[in-house]
């Protein structure tokens, strides 16, 4: 398969930017600590019945693996700058190639910063049974499929020197929007919002402890729809992008 | 030997846009490009057409051998990535991380991204506007080089001497059209032309004007300007007739100048007349 070495090389790439995969994998242990450690003792947050330290074990980890995969976004934007993006283009790379790559990068960013928050989980007393952890981790995973398309479609519209400030608040916003900070509630206004939105739905993987179903068919229809607009964009925006940055 | 085309002409004649179509990035407004009897983009991603762009810099995060690798991989018949290193001159820092390279480095690792490839048709789109003399010249060694394999080289350049010096024929553009297509001396002469200017106080313009190798003259106060079809025949004619021209200056014309004696020749339809301003390089 022609598109191998490349991918191998992107991996490589990714795991020797060593600044980049320190705060990305350190920044959401530390508010991990600081805030589930502030209320280790708790057993049902916010009336979900879910322990305070596995409930931000999954909104940190939705904040985490989000940030992971929007950070394709700032490379794609970088490259782009530096003229990598032409040069690609006029290779035999096929796009398909190219968006397999950044995504199979930003999956083994997020998926190293998940397994780094379970540890810190276990670490605050969150104990599940094997099919638990494996159920909540497949759930983050396909939860993040918008948000490969949405870091592309960003890498692909913005500027290295505007991709920051939009993915910091973006990513806070939605981290906000989703309950990572605490529980959204049952009604009212943000309930309401969170709903609508991916990142809702991957703080929402924690209720995989409760028993039955995590995601009711609702969260599957609103992570498709996500998926297919958030996709059409990305292939959009990598389609319009032919120009010099 | 392949064949080496110069794609020359002042700062905003289309070169690059020109390229830009050759290579897929950029759609014709009307008309279609072709390359190798088919589109751009199915030329490229058949690996036929390799292209060194006129700006761009490397990825970090890898060794010069890994980069070159990594392109060469995307390609049908790409050269031995050490065969490259060597042509490029790029051995010495192969293990080097892109984002260390100086300068001069990341030219040659830049040539080496085109090189790797192996294509029919290498495009070059305005290659050694970032090198210093030095570099230019260890890179039109290695593009040589690359041509004697039988590969066609395109490069677009606004140095009139390059082309000259390593182009077989070169296409002359200007306002996005194609005003002369020929072997480079015949496009040097064309555009060749220099000027000279001395100060010679009371003279006949229709004496001087007799002189060899002048195709023109003007007067400017006490100086006369003499647009040369070949200045050194002129200057040696100009100082056996007037041994007392002094300051003397002969200025080659550049390339937009050149040009818009060029393209003014429909509108005025006589050539020479147009005059010869003042070069600025």
């Not at chain 2, 690798?69 to 990535?81: E, H, K, R």
Request: aromatic share 8%.
């Amino acid at each position: 398969m022609i598109g191998l070495t490349y991918i191998r090389y992107e991996l490589l790439r990714t795991l020797r930017n060593r600044r980049f995969f320190v705060l990305s994998l350190g920044f959401p242990l530390v508010l991990y600590f600081l805030i589930a450690g502030a209320s280790k003792g708790v057993h049902s947050i916010g009336g979900t019945g879910i322990s305070a330290p596995l409930y931000f074990m999954a909104g940190l980890a939705s904040f985490g693996t989000m940030s992971a995969m929007l950070s394709s976004g700032g490379r794609i934007a970088t490259e782009r700058a530096a003229g990598w993006n032409r040069q690609l283009r006029i290779s035999p790379l096929p796009p398909r190639t190219y968006f397999r790559a950044k995504v199979i990068t930003s999956y083994m960013m997020a998926l190293l910063s998940v397994a780094a928050l379970y540890g810190a989980g276990a670490a605050l007393g969150v104990s599940l049974s094997a099919r638990e952890w494996l159920e909540m981790t497949g759930l983050l995973l396909v939860g993040l499929i918008p948000f490969a398309a949405l870091g592309i479609a960003l890498g692909h519209v913005l500027t290295p020197d505007s991709i920051g400030a939009a993915m910091g608040g973006g990513v806070s916003l939605l981290a906000f929007l989703g309950g990572t900070w605490f529980p959204l509630g049952n009604h009212g206004f943000l309930h309401d919002v969170g709903q609508y939105l991916p990142s809702y739905w991957l703080v929402q993987a924690s209720h995989v402890a409760l028993g039955g179903s995590a995601w009711p068919g609702k969260a599957w229809l609103v992570m498709a729809v996500w998926t297919v607009v958030l996709s059409s964009l990305a292939l959009r925006a990598y389609r319009r992008d032919t120009g010099r940055v | 030997m392949g064949e080496t085309v110069a794609l020359l002409g002042p700062n905003g004649a289309g070169k690059s846009t020109t390229i830009d179509m050759m290579l897929g990035l950029l759609a014709p407004d009307d008309g279609t490009a072709s390359l190798f009897g088919r589109s751009p983009a199915d030329a490229v991603a058949a690996g036929a057409v390799g292209a060194m762009l006129q700006t761009g810099s490397l990825i970090r995060d890898l060794s010069v051998r890994e980069l070159i690798s990594m392109i060469g991989s995307l390609y049908p018949q790409p050269l031995a990535v050490d065969e490259v290193l060597e042509l490029t001159g790029a051995s010495e820092f192969a293990s080097q991380r892109t984002q260390k390279l100086s300068g001069g480095q990341t030219q040659r690792v830049r040539s080496a991204v085109a090189l790797v490839s192996n294509p029919q048709l290498l495009v070059l789109d305005e290659p050694t506007v970032a090198m210093d003399v030095e570099g230019r010249n260890a890179f039109w060694r290695t593009m040589r080089e690359f041509a004697t394999r039988g590969k066609t080289i395109v490069f677009a350049t606004h140095y009139l001497e390059e082309a000259d010096t390593y182009a077989d024929r070169a296409v002359l553009m200007a306002h996005g059209r194609i005003v002369a297509d020929g072997p480079t001396n015949e496009i040097k002469a064309m555009v060749g032309t220099r000027t000279i200017r001395a100060t010679l106080p009371g003279v006949e313009l229709d004496a001087l004007a007799g002189l060899a190798g002048v195709s023109s003259v003007d007067r400017r106060g006490e100086a006369v300007v003499l647009t040369c079809a070949d200045s050194d025949r002129a200057i040696r004619a100009l100082l056996d007739a007037y041994p007392s021209a002094r300051d003397i200056e002969i200025i080659a014309a550049g390339l937009e100048e050149a040009f818009l004696t060029l393209t003014a020749d429909d509108a005025q339809a006589s050539p020479e007349r147009a005059p010869a301003t003042e070069a600025r390089r």
